[in-house]
């Protein structure tokens, strides 16, 4: 009885805690109109920062939200980090100092990073029983919103490219936005689609299942749509003219975009979940076994590989010096570009599930039950 009164208690206590959340809104708060911010950073998915990481991370704080989180990342704006979680909130915090701001509730899952620009947050929530999924367009300042409602789902990281917001939903129709919420246009592929677009050429890209690369203009034509695999899983990444993409199978592609053939191509031997990411001379992609292969960029012959023995579907962080690659068994680690050694690996008590964060000199994380952990990159 002693320790059902005991839960009892903490049930309530929490209950209490969340139901203090405050609603999220910045009444005085001057926002940055001319970016926007989103997963992979760049329309490209360009996940390389030009600076060299010192591997001596000191934790800055931590923090929890209602709900874990999917493999997407969270999105910095400001001195302001926004964590979405699958319980369909969406989480503000003091990036400084993870105080927590305030929250946006709603039923459902946040599967997708959120997108920043201004005062408007942009969040897509899956409402599973009801079998649709809603685009909010939330105003920071008043907390009023926009909603857009659809059947399916989506799983897909949204797109920001020439001031226009781009979803592409799990049964592959692509949608066009401004981000006052209105919808300027639609095109159906009618193929399921778990590969998130990327925006190059004055078009989008993406691969969808059936192994399809399709490019659509802005004025929503598709302009190329042909086979090139059995299917195509995780993301799209850009770099000049080239694409870079990972099959269903864990084959890695350079595809060129001007004379729309593969330039080449390299088997991993296991499956890739997570995007493709690379510096001017070399390309990093791991998979599933835990197996982290350097590539040349120019040609795809393998420069090294390295055994994590974990298992990545976490896209990774790359630095000059270093490559911070999350793993779902309970780890970070800390990978040298150069020769692939691991020189370093911070623990967690959880699976690490997001794909890390970098500004203000700080690295964010978020592992399973909704744990956030803020490092500091120290200048020692």
């Known amino acids: 009885m002693k320790k059902l009164r005991t839960f009892i208690i903490f049930i309530a206590v929490l209950s209490v805690a969340v139901s203090c959340s405050k609603p999220l809104m910045f009444k005085n708060k001057i926002f940055m109109n001319f970016n926007a911010y989103s ?123 020439n001031k226009k917001l ?14 006052d919420g ?10 399921f689609t778990a590969c998130s677009p990327a925006g190059q050429q004055n078009a989008i ?42 099959t269903e199978n864990g084959t890695v592609i350079k595809f060129d975009l001007v004379k729309k053939q593969i330039a080449w191509r390299f088997e991993t031997n296991g499956k890739i979940k997570n995007f493709i990411v690379f510096n001017d001379k070399k390309l990093f992609a791991g998979n599933l076994n835990g197996t982290v292969y350097c590539l040349n960029i120019n040609d795809g012959k393998p420069v090294w590989k390295t055994e994590t023995g974990g298992l990545i579907n976490s896209t990774p962080l790359l630095f000059r010096n270093l490559l911070v690659q999350p793993d779902l068994f309970k780890k970070v680690d800390l990978i040298t570009v150069d020769d692939g050694k691991i020189v370093k690996t911070i623990k ?33």
């Open 205 to 246: 890209w993406w691969g969808n299942g059936e192994g399809e690369i399709i490019g659509v203009n802005k004025k929503g034509e598709i302009i190329y749509r042909a086979k090139h695999a059995s299917g195509f899983e995780g993301g799209i990444s850009v770099r000049d003219v080239y694409l870079f993409a990972s």
């Open 348 to 380: 967690f008590e959880n699976r690490v599930k997001t794909s890390p964060v970098y500004t203000g000199n700080m690295i964010f994380f978020g592992t399973d039950y909704g744990e956030i952990f803020a490092y500091k990159i120290s200048t020692k």
């Open 166 to 179: 781009y979803v592409l939903t799990d049964n592959g129709v692509l949608h066009q936005f401004g981000f």
């Open 182 to 191: 209105k919808k300027n246009w639609e095109v159906n592929t009618n193929i």
């Open 39 to 161: 997963f992979g950073r760049f329309s490209q998915r360009i996940f390389f920062i030009p600076r060299t990481l010192n591997d001596s991370l000191e934790l800055s704080w931590s923090a929890e939200t209602h709900g874990s989180y999917s493999n997407t990342s969270f999105i910095a704006s400001d001195s302001v980090l926004y964590v979405g979680d699958l319980s369909g909130r969406i989480t503000a915090f003091n990036l400084f100092n993870g105080k927590e701001i305030g929250v946006i509730k709603n039923k459902g899952e946040i599967k997708i990073a959120p997108v920043v620009k201004g005062k408007t947050i942009i969040f897509v929530l899956n409402e599973l029983k009801e079998g649709i999924f809603t685009i909010h367009f939330y105003d920071l300042r008043t907390g009023k919103e926009t909603v857009k409602e659809f059947p399916g789902s989506c799983g897909n990281e949204m797109l920001v490219y």
